[in-house]
């Protein structure tokens, strides 16, 4: 039994130290990509566009953002190893079937904020997973998503998280976030405001909620379009 044990911690402890070695490089790269962004859009385009700023803010090792005009896309590292659950479709691959421990797997996590935000401090406004990147031990990324982010990376057996899919990954999320516009909120949500909201406001801390597609259920594109 003791042996068993013994096993068992080695092999599950050294799988998931591969998983997240991996997914702390992919991170990495991911920053120094945006990074990358970041930098040739001042050069090239800060000088005639003085009003469109893209800036990289790093939080902690583990979470970073980018501000790009009116949209800030907030990626996060979860520190811990997640294993696919049994009736998820990854497990009808072959290449999972093959060797159950493909299926374990660290998280980058991608969230859409408005920019605003973050300036005003409005910490009562809410942000949208619009997508997350799942790393395996071979260095294999299944992405879940939105729009391209949910159809272009979903080829877990084949796709490997390198620089090319990289890049292709932040552009893809950019291009949504830039897409994804705030609609008005419903009038009735709005129609009463308290003393305190007045008072939070002249201190820039406004507690009505702002968001895109605010008063709308974010379940799918399509429900969207009907709200």
Same mark, same amino acid.
């Not at 090792?61 to 996060?76: G, H, N, P, Q």
């Not at 990854?90 to 935000?117: A, H, M, Q, W």
């Given at each position: 039994?003791? =042996?068993?044990?013994?096993?068992? !911690?080695?092999?599950? @402890?050294?799988?998931?130290?591969? #998983?997240?070695?991996?997914? +702390? ?26 009003? &469109?700023? #893209? ?18 896309? &907030? ?5 811990? &190893? ?7 479709? &990854? ?13 374990? +797997? ?20 809410? @942000? %949208? !997973? ?8 071979? *260095?294999?990324? %299944? ?10 990376? *979903? =080829? ?5 998280? *390198? ?12 291009? %949504? ?9 419903? %009038? ?7 003393? !305190? ?31």
């Amino acid at each position: 039994m003791e =042996n068993e044990i013994f096993n068992l !911690l080695t092999t599950k @402890g050294n799988l998931k130290q591969d #998983v997240y070695d991996l997914t +702390c490089n992919g991170f990495a790269a991911l920053k120094k990509k945006v990074e990358l962004f970041t930098m040739e859009f001042n050069q090239q385009f800060k000088m005639d566009n003085p009003r &469109v700023n #893209v800036e990289i803010t790093n939080s902690t090792d583990f979470e970073f953002s980018v501000r790009f005009a009116s949209d800030t896309l &907030v990626f996060m590292m979860h520190t811990n &190893v997640f294993e696919f659950p049994r009736a998820h479709d &990854v497990f009808k691959l072959p290449y999972v079937k093959e060797d159950p421990t493909r299926s374990y +797997c660290g998280i980058i996590n991608i969230y859409n904020f408005l920019s605003d935000s973050f300036k005003y401090n409005r910490i009562n406004d809410s @942000g %949208y !997973l619009i997508g997350r990147i799942f790393i395996n031990k071979e *260095n294999h990324y %299944y992405i879940e998503g939105k729009h391209e982010l949910g159809l272009q990376f *979903n =080829n877990f057996s084949q796709n490997i998280f *390198n620089e090319e899919v990289i890049e292709s990954v932040l552009l893809a999320s950019m291009k %949504y976030a830039i897409e994804f516009d705030l609609l008005t909120p419903p %009038y009735d949500n709005l129609k009463e405001i308290t003393v !305190l909201d007045i008072q939070q406001l002249e201190m820039q801390t406004m507690t009505i909620k702002t968001a895109k597609r605010m008063g709308f259920r974010f379940q799918s594109d399509r429900e969207e379009l009907k709200g």
